[in-house]
């Protein structure tokens, strides 16, 4: 599990190293509240489904999980460009970006590693 939730600790502690180092505030925290909001209604979510009755009630939380996760963060990123500076934006973006990319791979190594490991 500390590996799924890998990118939540880095985007968390690296945020604020990124603010110090001069990248625009408004948009990495926003940014990077963003990722960390949707990735716990992702966790909320994932619980839900496994909770669930049907295959068609584990595929509907699911495809609604990424579909309102996913304009939860677009979202996000465009009203903090519209609201602060292009810029802000941009740093949301890129945020947001770096997060999924590692979400991706950790989620991916999590997988190969569950499988390589049969249950007992």
Known sequence: ???RLIDVFIVAVTAPV???LGAPALGVLVGAAAWIIQRCCALLIEGQARRAQTVKQVLSMNLAGVVGRSWLVALTVLAVGLAGEREDGLAAGIVVVVAF???LITSIAARSLDRSHPAS
């Open 18 to 20: 990124v603010v110090l």
């Open 101 to 103: 990319t590692l979400y």
């Open 1 to 3: 599990m500390p590996l």
